[in-house]
Every structure is written in structure tokens, then in C-alpha cells.
């Protein structure tokens, strides 16, 4: 038994399968990814084995065997990726690769066929996909994407001084700021489930090259997020692409991203109600909000409103902060029913909903370090107030 695409070569004309052998080899294949029995995508991977398959065709006369040979061609390759089934039981996803040229004996012709095959029972490979502005790499532009490289520790350039007369440099104590990181990696087109198996059309690869160059191009700066970490955002611009049919022959597209160092986790946030005694610190303790911690500083928003009583200084303080971000002079009054934001993440500040940074007196705004995560407050007056701390992970 000799089957390939589910269609046997006599179903094709008299053709006769005269012998099929395995050569292994350890040379590169084709792997591919499947979906509801569809092949989709196919990439390279190691360990391969070919099959050799010589025919016999055979005719009345010699225009029949060119008939049949031609029908036996535009078979091979139009069935692209196709389940091949062997007398040995043995069954492969595997792609017809090469075609002899027809040895003429009498008004029959020989042929071998050659094709790359891997074993069917094979797992498929993981990939990487992404939402890039919006959009998923596989649902809504129709390609497998996999990394190729990335630098997950980015570089830094620390702060660093020469000073004439002395060997070296000194470095200054801050820490230094993490750059960009580059990610890399293949994007390969794929058919949709509900096509045929073979190759994509030049005009649908033609069309599906434009609308992946408007999704990558014209997007600028925007959130990329893993299907692998959902919940952890990075600001990512498109740099460069290029594409190739040399391993996959519907193509595939070599992309390059450069990636904000730090990666954004979702908003957490807790509410207290807190009585307020003048001049005594009362401080919120979110470390459980971070089961995983936080491998970066984290900017904290605070909404402060007034419950009872009237407030003239507010301070907020955070651990491993120099000094503590101060408000407060003789024109400033929270009262009753005021609100008081204090953005970290945007570095401003509102008082019922009106821009408040003349009242700024010292201080940064508050910025949580990577553990101990605490926010302390402390009044120049008794009051009752609701606080509410919002901020989010982020990561390097």
C-alpha cells in the first residue's frame, strides 16, 4: 500500500509503485503545525528521514504515459503537506520534495519520488504568540510566530565619572537605568483551517503581506503582550522584516521589535477607611497584593478623600524613598469631602479634580521599591479619611 494525501497513485492512471525505502539522515525538515487535521505552518527541525518511492507508469501509447505523468505531477505538488501511508504501516506528514525526470522504457516511463517526512505522532513545536496594538499574531494577521532571540536582562550604562589625575572612574551610587530590548523572531504565514491543504496562493500571499506590513508599520509605539504572561504589558515599536521563501514555501517573515525595558502588570489596589491622629504616621502594608513581587520600582497612585475634618499638610512616604513627597502651605485646605490625588505614575497631583502642584513643597513622588512594599502617611491634623493605593507590577 502506497498512499499519500489520502489517494492512491493508481487512482491517478496506470501506475504502478514498484518500491519505497526510508533513508534517514540527520540533515534539516519540515516540521509542521496543525490545527483540526489541517496542516498550517511548517517549520525546521532536526532528525528527518526521506522516502523513496519508484514508480512505473505505464501506457497505450506515449502521449497517455505523458498524460499520466503530468496528472501524477500536479499531484505531488499541489497536495503540498498530506499524510503518506507506507506498506510498513508506517505513517508521516511529509512533503514531496523531488521528481526524477521520467526514464522512457518502450511507452512506459520510470520515476522516483522523493519526500521529507516526520513522524505524524510527533508532538507540534510551542510557539510564541503575541497581541501586538491590538491585534493577535495568530487569530487576526494568520501566522505562527518564533522567537528567534531576545536580551531578557537588558543593558545598562551606569553612571560613571573621570576625573583627571586618577585611575578610572568613580561610579555614583544610583542605580543605573535599564535601555530597550531587541526581540527577534519568524513569522510564518499559515492557511486558515477551513482551506484545502497545499500551498497559498501568490495573491493571497501578496494580500497577506500588505496587511501584515499596515499592522506592523503603522501602529508606532504600542502594548505587546505574550499569550505566555497575560498579564504583563510591554510598550513595543516594529523595526525591520524581511521575507523569504527558502524553508516554508508560503513564506515567512524574519521581524525584529524593540521593546521599553520595563513591562507593565496589571492595577492592583486596596481601599482603607483610616482615622488620622496629627502627626502620627499610619502606614498601608501591600506586600500581599504581590504574590509574585515586583522586579522593579513601582510608581503608586493614591485617592485620598476627606471624610471628616480638615487636613493642611499631607505627607506620603514609601520605603528606600531619601525623603518623603510633602503638600501643604498656608493656602492649602483638604476639607470634607475633598479628593486628593496623588499620581506617581504620571508625577501630577489634583485636589477636587484641578491641578495641585503649586502645593508641592519637597520630595518625589512616592515610588515603592521591589519588596517591603509599604506606603506610610502622616497629617498635621485628626481626621477621617478613605484611602485608596493603586499601582502595578512592573518587571525588567
Given at each position: 500500500?502506497?498512499?499519500?494525501?489520502?489517494?492512491?497513485?493508481?487512482q491517478?492512471?496506470?501506475?504502478?509503485?514498484?518500491?519505497?525505502?526510508?533513508?534517514p539522515?540527520?540533515?534539516?525538515?519540515?516540521?509542521?503545525?496543525s490545527?483540526n487535521?489541517?496542516?498550517l505552518?511548517s517549520?525546521?527541525?532536526?532528525?528527518?528521514?526521506?522516502?523513496?518511492?519508484?514508480?512505473?507508469?505505464?501506457?497505450?501509447?506515449?502521449?497517455?504515459?505523458?498524460?499520466?505523468?503530468?496528472?501524477?505531477?500536479?499531484?505531488?505538488?499541489?497536495?503540498?503537506?498530506?499524510?503518506?501511508?507506507?506498506?510498513?504501516?508506517?505513517?508521516?506528514?511529509?512533503e514531496?520534495?523531488?521528481?526524477?525526470?521520467?526514464?522512457?522504457?518502450?511507452?512506459?516511463?520510470?520515476?522516483?519520488?522523493?519526500?521529507?517526512c516526520?513522524?505524524?505522532g510527533?508532538?507540534?513545536?510551542?510557539?510564541?504568540?503575541?497581541t501586538?496594538?491590538?491585534?493577535?499574531?495568530?487569530?487576526?494577521?494568520?501566522?505562527?510566530?518564533?522567537?528567534?532571540?531576545?536580551?531578557?536582562?537588558?543593558?545598562?550604562?551606569?553612571?560613571?565619572?573621570?576625573?583627571?589625575?586618577?585611575?578610572?572612574?568613580?561610579?555614583?551610587?544610583?542605580?543605573?537605568?535599564?535601555?530597550?530590548?531587541?526581540?527577534?523572531?519568524?513569522?510564518?504565514?499559515m492557511?486558515?483551517?477551513?482551506?484545502?491543504?497545499?500551498?497559498?496562493?501568490?495573491?493571497?500571499?501578496?494580500?497577506?503581506?500588505r496587511?501584515?506590513?499596515?499592522?506592523?508599520?503603522?501602529?508606532?509605539?504600542?502594548?505587546?503582550?505574550?499569550d505566555?504572561?497575560?498579564d504583563?504589558?510591554?510598550?513595543?515599536?516594529?523595526?525591520?522584516?524581511?521575507?523569504?521563501?527558502?524553508?516554508?514555501?508560503?513564506?515567512?517573515?524574519?521581524?525584529?521589535?524593540?521593546?521599553?525595558?520595563?513591562?507593565?502588570?496589571?492595577?492592583?489596589?486596596?481601599?482603607?477607611?483610616?482615622?488620622?491622629?496629627?502627626?502620627?504616621?499610619?502606614?498601608?502594608?501591600?506586600?500581599?497584593?504581590?504574590?509574585?513581587?515586583?522586579?522593579?520600582?513601582?510608581?503608586?497612585?493614591?485617592?485620598?478623600?476627606?471624610?471628616?475634618?480638615?487636613?493642611?499638610?499631607?505627607?506620603?512616604?514609601?520605603?528606600?524613598?531619601?525623603?518623603?513627597?510633602?503638600?501643604?502651605?498656608?493656602?492649602?485646605?483638604?476639607?470634607?469631602?475633598?479628593?486628593?490625588?496623588?499620581?506617581?505614575?504620571?508625577?501630577?497631583?489634583?485636589?477636587n479634580?484641578?491641578?495641585?502642584?503649586?502645593?508641592?513643597?519637597?520630595?518625589?513622588?512616592?515610588?515603592?521599591?521591589?519588596?517591603d512594599?509599604?506606603?506610610?502617611?502622616?497629617?498635621?491634623a485628626?481626621?477621617?479619611?478613605?484611602?485608596?493605593?493603586?499601582?502595578?507590577?512592573?518587571?525588567?
Open positions: 500500500m502506497f498512499r499519500f494525501n489520502r489517494i492512491d497513485p493508481s491517478l492512471g496506470r501506475i504502478r509503485v514498484l518500491r519505497v525505502s526510508d533513508r539522515d540527520r540533515s534539516m525538515e519540515v516540521q509542521h503545525i490545527r487535521g489541517h496542516v505552518a517549520l525546521r527541525t532536526y532528525k528527518t528521514h526521506s522516502v523513496v518511492c519508484e514508480m512505473l507508469i505505464l501506457g497505450r501509447s506515449r502521449a497517455e504515459v505523458t498524460i499520466t505523468l503530468e496528472r501524477l505531477r500536479r499531484w505531488l505538488l499541489d497536495s503540498g503537506t498530506a499524510e503518506l501511508e507506507t506498506d510498513s504501516g508506517r505513517v508521516c506528514l511529509a514531496c520534495t523531488g521528481i526524477s525526470a521520467p526514464e522512457y522504457r518502450g511507452i512506459s516511463a520510470g520515476v522516483s519520488v522523493t519526500f521529507i516526520r513522524n505524524a510527533k508532538s507540534d513545536p510551542d510557539t510564541d504568540g503575541f501586538f496594538a491590538g491585534r493577535h499574531v495568530t487569530r487576526d494577521m494568520g501566522c505562527i510566530f518564533l522567537l528567534d532571540r531576545a536580551n531578557p536582562v537588558p543593558a545598562v550604562t551606569p553612571y560613571k565619572l573621570s576625573i583627571p589625575g586618577l585611575p578610572g572612574t568613580i561610579r555614583y551610587e544610583e542605580v543605573p537605568e535599564p535601555e530597550e530590548k531587541t526581540i527577534s523572531g519568524t513569522l510564518y504565514l492557511r486558515k483551517a477551513t482551506e484545502p491543504d497545499g500551498p497559498i496562493q501568490q495573491a493571497e500571499i501578496i494580500r497577506r503581506l496587511k501584515l506590513s499596515t499592522w506592523l508599520l503603522m501602529n508606532g509605539r504600542a502594548p505587546l503582550i505574550w505566555a504572561e497575560p504583563i504589558s510591554w510598550q513595543a515599536e516594529f523595526v525591520s522584516a524581511e521575507f523569504d521563501r527558502q524553508e516554508w514555501h508560503n513564506g515567512r517573515i524574519r521581524v525584529q521589535f524593540v521593546l521599553q525595558p520595563v513591562g507593565i502588570g496589571q492595577e492592583v489596589s486596596r481601599t482603607v477607611q483610616i482615622s488620622m491622629k496629627a502627626n502620627v504616621p499610619c502606614t498601608l502594608d501591600l506586600t500581599d497584593l504581590f504574590p509574585d513581587g515586583t522586579g522593579y520600582p513601582v510608581p503608586v497612585d493614591l485617592l485620598i478623600r476627606g471624610k471628616k475634618g480638615s487636613v493642611g499638610r499631607v505627607s506620603v512616604n514609601c520605603t528606600g524613598m531619601a525623603e518623603p513627597f510633602v503638600m501643604g502651605d498656608r493656602n492649602f485646605q483638604m476639607n470634607t469631602g475633598d479628593i486628593l490625588r496623588i499620581m506617581g505614575t504620571e508625577r501630577v497631583v489634583f485636589l479634580g484641578k491641578p495641585a502642584g503649586i502645593y508641592v513643597l519637597s520630595g518625589d513622588y512616592p515610588v515603592m521599591p521591589t519588596e512594599l509599604c506606603v506610610t502617611l502622616l497629617m498635621n485628626d481626621a477621617d479619611l478613605e484611602i485608596t493605593a493603586r499601582c502595578c507590577p512592573r518587571w525588567v
